[in-house]
């Protein structure tokens, strides 16, 4: 199981966790905010120097960088950059309905990379910090 401080509400509410890493200076981010409601989705951004240990553990070199856990919060697989919609929506649906893994477990396309970032400790509440 992932160890983090991830929304401690997201990790054990049963539901399974779409962990974004993203940066606010990051189009492909931007381009890519899904919509879903099944599972939660927790948003982290790469420039906050409070996720340090989250971007170790994920192994996060790009992003946007998509890690997908399980409802007990085991990582399943991630994608890493530019991904397709429906990789996203076939990642979710499987994880919503408890498969055993999920159809696009490690994909990496066109993505920013995380050396880029803008390191500083983040503040503002709606900087998803």
């Not at 199981?1 to 929304?7: E, G, P, Q, R």
């Not at 960088?65 to 990582?75: I, M, Q, R």
């Not at 055993?100 to 910090?129: F, L």
């Amino acid at each position: 199981m992932i160890h983090v401080k991830l929304n401690l509400h997201a990790l054990t509410n049963g539901k399974p966790t779409v962990v974004e890493f993203y940066a606010d200076w990051c189009e492909i981010c931007r381009e890519l905010a899904p919509d879903v409601n099944r599972v939660n989705f927790v948003m982290l951004n790469v420039d906050n120097t409070k996720w340090e240990q989250e971007l170790d553990e994920f192994g996060v070199k790009g992003i946007p960088h998509f890690a997908f856990l399980d409802k007990d919060g085991n990582e399943e697989g991630n994608v890493v950059g530019k991904l397709l919609g429906h990789y996203l929506v076939e990642n979710v649906d499987a994880l919503a309905r408890g498969e055993v893994s999920i159809p696009h477990a490690r994909v990496v396309v066109q993505y920013s990379s995380a050396e880029s970032r803008k390191v500083h400790q983040v503040v503002d509440p709606r900087s998803h910090g």
